[in-house]
């Protein structure tokens, strides 16, 4: 039998959520205090809501709004007594369809309220988080609710809380059988919207005064075309408005999907089309934004029925046109400020108001009457919109007249406060406008919390940001930000139009032209510096552990889309602080291996790249940070599997880390450690052995034996000696390396699970099948429990228990594991995804030990084709593959066929491998048999003689293929 083409070890990258087992608390709980409503029976649709009874008077409330939406709560008031706490609670939440928990600082603390969240997540129950108040959370606990849906409570007004709380519980209104159509809810009031409906993405809420343009409605007329809708103007024309007040439009009308994306930049469009796709069901499970968003448009070619997808502030039409659905009934809808986007579809341009639209505007927003005074203000702004609104809010807020506005904005010096006379990017009354406003609300807030929001916010991202990432603005007193001085200075800005909150309330967004703006005074006044380092630490503070960089993947991707933001606004501005763009660039590091532990490889490559480069460039040639960059680039090219680009960057590291840190410094042989990884994934073992031996031995000086840098080197090691066939020290070493993560780290974390699964690939590889099968179902087995079930390394485990199956001749358990892993792999990963060629090889092999020879041929056929496609035909396992089907060839009496891909193969592997490698001897040992089959002796002994040289010198005498090898000989020349 052939060896397991799939590389099965997990690796030391990604985080993944512990378990938590339910561990009920003895003794009764005694109601205190009014019962709202009665818990419903455990039947039909209903959710279990997990709280603390300290917090009854907060809760209660809370779940007499729930009831309102039409759901149907179970809450632990009123068991009978005598009855058994913990079996009702466990009963209750195996029956319950999803699971919502109120957070506070005393839920948090009870023991009952930990379990029965653990409980709900390890039987895939949907968990929604309502924090009640700002809460410190126990790590175990937060890295379990990094995973599920949160909403503030605490930080939301009663409205956008209930747009919120309707979303999450829209599926569970009513029982399946009598469940009644929700009518679709207005943006903005809090009601529930349709039932199935989906919306995504920073949506800018109606701003006040909102003037609906003619151009609203020839978007909906555009709704029945097939080519996208595309709205050019000048910046602060209204553009992003016309679109959101679009968006919200569909959503009061129940359309099924409306999505909204920010286009600036490849990066970010990618980030915003894969959350679409993961709201959608069709993301990669690996977390690869570029796959997703490739998934996405796939999904809307067939789009049947309305949906809308908005991608906002297009940048360049090359990189939005391939994301572009070219059918289905989905309305696609582009804002831009390049001409050139038009060739997309048709063109709308948005103009500045006519200037009786700005006179009714300026009325209906001032409550001032005089038509002259408002016709000199608008003359004065250019009519344009954005311009008018910060006027409007000017004047309203310090009750002026319009002269009185006039002369103000007259004396503002712009010159002198943004330092020069800004370009064609926004007119100059616009800039005295927005600092009038920004001047007045600054004014009103001598503390300054206002003054730092707003200069923090021009450096974040456009898009929006979280109002939890400002939650250390105020500095070291938290008090002030929890007593809601932060949310008060928010609140004047939204006022002074200077903000917005986004429809879902969950993201304060500024205007493009507002923050440049902002930037240009801050630099005129020296100040952009202190303004970005303000940000970057308050980044620095969200930033998390690499162990929860899956579970956390969505908000990773904020953090790293805000510092792009952060460093561009830096560079912009031609800042030279060599300690700070350090700093950013240590930040944007983060944000490479973020994105490449959460499986968002495009993402971490694109990033990496440019930091490559940015980093050469403005820091010293041998600085430390930039030998950083070089290592995790390579690194991430080798998570992709990707050895031709990981190759030369990770000598390049290496070399570079030995001479400006030296030889025993622990990041040079950090870098050594991957450099000896990619050397035996590219069949280079000899050189992998000799390198990680080496390595091993010094980090056993320099760090301790426990630290998991220790104990990562010495995996890739174990697993050298397993790709040279040195299967006893390979074994010794995976499982002492087993034994001590599951000490250190614990049974559930990541390095743990990898190291099990190394450890049993290794023990099948030295053809210990009885050792190794107990532990691919053990390693199965939790990674199932710990992961999921869809999760990319659970269907490795599947593929792997599967073929120890087949191999031990249990194939009517192996085929059907075959057979699922593959659907589940076409169906999460997508039919041409490396993971599925895998699959597809092992249901082949199985096909093919039953004879049915016609279905594996062909697998194997799709899957070289597949392989070569994807990792070039030089990549070990194309080759594997090719091997396989000219061994299907052979199975089904093709010999002529199988003998000449044999020799092809061989060749190749001769060149790229070596002649020593397993690989090599395997292909060598099957060409032999192939020519033994059709008589021809001697050409057969002489292969088995060098295949039997080869694996006794490799594997050893006593090894299960080395006996195979022998005993074909002796059958030849028995012959």
């Not at 199935?196 to 609906?212: A, D, L, N, S, Y």
Request: with cysteine.
């Amino acid at each position: 039998m052939i060896r397991l083409i799939a590389a099965t070890d997990v690796g030391l990258e990604g985080g993944y959520a512990p378990s938590m087992a339910l561990r009920s608390e003895e003794g009764s709980h005694v109601s205190a205090g009014t019962v709202p409503l009665a818990s419903c029976a455990a039947s039909g649709t209903y959710v279990f809501v997990s709280y603390a009874h300290s917090d009854r008077a907060a809760v209660f409330s809370e779940l007499q709004r729930i009831q309102t939406l039409g759901v149907s709560v179970w809450y632990d008031e009123g068991i009978d007594p005598g009855r058994e706490w913990p079996e009702e609670v466990a009963g209750a939440l195996a029956g319950a369809a999803a699971c919502v928990v109120m957070i506070s600082g005393s839920a948090v603390a009870r023991k009952n309220v930990r379990d029965e969240v653990g409980f709900a997540l390890d039987n895939g129950k949907p968990v929604v988080a309502i924090h009640l108040e700002p809460t410190e959370m126990p790590a175990g606990l937060g890295l379990r609710l990094g995973q599920v849906q949160a909403i503030l409570r605490w930080q939301l007004d009663d409205e956008a809380y209930g747009r919120q709380l309707s979303r999450a519980l829209a599926p569970y209104v009513g029982s399946p059988a009598d469940r009644v159509p929700v009518a679709a809810g207005r943006a903005g009031t809090g009601g529930m919207a349709s039932e199935r409906q989906v919306v995504v993405g920073e949506i800018p809420r109606e701003p006040p005064g909102f003037v609906e343009r003619e151009l609203l409605a020839r978007l909906d007329a555009a709704a029945r075309q097939a080519a996208p809708s595309v709205i050019t103007g000048l910046r602060g024309v209204g553009k992003t408005q016309l679109a959101a007040a679009y968006a919200r439009k569909r959503i009061r009308d129940g359309w099924p999907l409306v999505a909204w994306v920010s286009a600036e930049s490849r990066e970010v469009l990618l980030a915003g089309l894969a959350r679409v796709a993961d709201r959608l069901r069709v993301s990669d499970p690996e977390g690869d934004s570029a796959e997703s968003a490739h998934r996405l448009r796939e999904k809307l070619d067939t789009w049947a029925g309305p949906g809308l997808l908005v991608l906002d502030n297009a940048a360049d039409p090359d990189v939005v046109s391939p994301f572009l659905p070219v059918a289905g009934d989905a309305q696609v809808v582009i804002t831009t400020t390049d001409r050139a986007t038009a060739e997309l579809g048709g063109v709308a341009d948005l103009n500045v108001f006519a200037r009786a639209e700005s006179v009714r505007y300026l009325a209906a927003r001032t409550g001032l009457s005089q038509e002259a005074g408002a016709d000199e203000v608008a003359r004065e702004l250019g009519d344009l919109p954005l311009a008018l609104a910060q006027a409007s809010a000017t004047i309203r807020g310090q009750h002026l007249s319009y002269g009185q506005y006039l002369e103000r904005l007259r004396r503002v010096p712009v010159a002198a406060l943004l330092g020069r006379v800004p370009g064609a990017g926004y007119p100059l009354p616009l800039a005295s406008a927005l600092l009038l406003s920004v001047q007045a609300v600054e004014a009103a807030d001598p503390g300054g919390l206002t003054s730092q929001l707003l200069q923090v916010a021009a450096v974040l991202s456009p898009d929006g940001f979280r109002r939890s990432l400002l939650a250390g603005l105020a500095g070291d007193d938290r008090s002030a930000t929890r007593g809601g001085a932060l949310d008060d200075a928010a609140a004047r800005c939204v006022a002074a139009s200077l903000l917005t909150w986004s429809v879902a309330g969950d993201q304060l967004i500024m205007h493009r032209v507002t923050g440049r703006v902002l930037r240009e005074r801050a630099a005129a006044a020296d100040q952009l510096t202190d303004v970005i380092t303000t940000a970057l630490r308050l980044l620095k503070a969200a930033q998390f552990g690499w162990e929860q960089a899956w579970i956390r993947r969505e908000e990773g991707a904020d953090i790293a889309d805000q510092v792009e933001a952060v460093w561009n606004a830096a560079v912009t501005a031609e800042v030279r602080d060599p300690s700070l763009l350090a700093r950013l660039i240590d930040a944007r590091s983060w944000a490479v291996r973020q994105f490449r532990e959460a499986g968002d490889h495009n993402r971490a490559v694109e990033l990496g790249v440019r930091l490559l480069t940015d980093s050469r460039r403005v820091l010293p040639s041998d600085d430390p940070d930039t030998l950083t960059c070089e290592h995790e680039l390579g690194r991430t090219y080798l998570a992709m599997d990707n050895v031709v680009d990981a190759l030369p960057l990770l000598e390049q590291a290496v070399s570079d880390r030995q001479r400006v840190l030296g030889g025993s410094h622990p990041d040079t042989l950090e870098s050594r450690t991957c450099l000896a990884d990619a050397y035996r994934l590219a069949g280079r073992t000899s050189e992998a052995v000799q390198l990680q031996e080496e390595t091993v031995a010094e980090l056993q000086q320099v760090l301790e034996g426990d630290d998991p840098r220790a104990l990562d080197a010495r995996s890739v090691l174990g697993r050298s000696y397993e790709s040279a066939g040195r299967f006893s020290e390979a074994i010794q070493i995976l499982s002492q390396t087993f034994t001590d993560f599951r000490r250190i780290l614990g049974p559930d974390h990541t390095y743990t699970l990898s190291a099990l699964n190394n450890l049993a690939y290794t023990y099948e590889s030295a053809g210990r099948l009885g050792d190794a099968t107990p532990l691919y179902e053990q390693s199965l087995a939790e990674s199932r429990r710990v992961l999921g079930p869809d999760h990319p390394h659970t269907l490795i485990g599947v593929n792997n228990l599967a073929y120890i199956y087949n191999s031990a001749g249990r194939t009517a358990e192996a085929i059907p594991l075959f057979e699922k892993n593959l659907a589940d792999s076409e169906r999460l990963l997508g039919a041409d995804h490396t993971r599925t060629s895998y699959s597809r090889v092992n249901l082949a092999l199985g096909y093919e030990s039953v004879g049915r020879n016609a279905e594996a041929i062909a697998l194997f056929e799709q899957s070289a084709e597949n392989l070569a496609r994807n990792l070039g035909p030089d990549y070990p396992d194309t080759l594997k593959a090719r091997t396989y089907l000219a061994h299907g060839y052979e199975s089904a009496g093709q010999h002529g066929h199988a003998i000449m891909l044999y020799e092809e193969v061989l060749a190749d592997l001769r060149r790229v491998v070596g002649p020593g490698h397993p690989d090599t001897l395997t292909c060598t040992h099957n060409l032999a048999h192939a020519h033994h089959s059709l008589g021809e002796h001697d050409l057969a002994s002489t292969l088995y003689q060098q295949a039997l040289d080869g694996r006794e010198r490799i594997l050893g005498p006593d090894h299960p293929d080395t006996a195979r090898t022998r005993q074909g000989l002796s059958q030849t020349r028995g012959a």
